[in-house]
């Protein structure tokens, strides 16, 4: 493949190489429900927010897409504590974007947390 680009046709790859950077939404810049702190109505989950697991990401896509409905129908957000729940809790503390899966999810209408 690299041979059939102009300019590379003699080219020979001498040892295969990776490297993955993440980017993620700091999690001061997020608040509960899982929306983004600039943009109330973007509702974040997963590798954005430097989640590490796939069963967080999981549990906040869940949390995220279940709060992008509920605004869309002016309803009040779900709001998990840690006392309430393991997973899809939104907190604060930082964390390394390790995890490939991300969501997100948008509603025309920002959380309604009444």
Do not use: K
């Not at 590490?52 to 504590?81: D, F, H, K, M, P």
């Amino acid at each position: 493949m690299v041979r059939s680009i102009a300019g590379l046709e003699r080219a020979v790859i001498l040892q295969h190489g990776y490297a993955v950077e993440y980017d993620y939404v700091p999690p001061q810049q997020t608040r509960p429900p899982w929306s983004a702190s600039i943009s109330p109505v973007c509702f974040l989950a997963g590798q954005i927010n430097g989640t590490s697991g796939y069963e967080e990401a999981a549990g906040q896509g869940l949390i995220a897409g279940l709060n992008a409905a509920l605004g869309i129908l002016v309803r009040e957000s779900l709001v998990l504590s840690r006392d309430q729940a393991y997973i899809g809790v939104h907190d604060r503390r930082p964390r390394h974007p390790r995890d490939r899966s991300s969501r997100i999810a948008c509603s025309p209408r920002g959380p309604n947390t009444a």
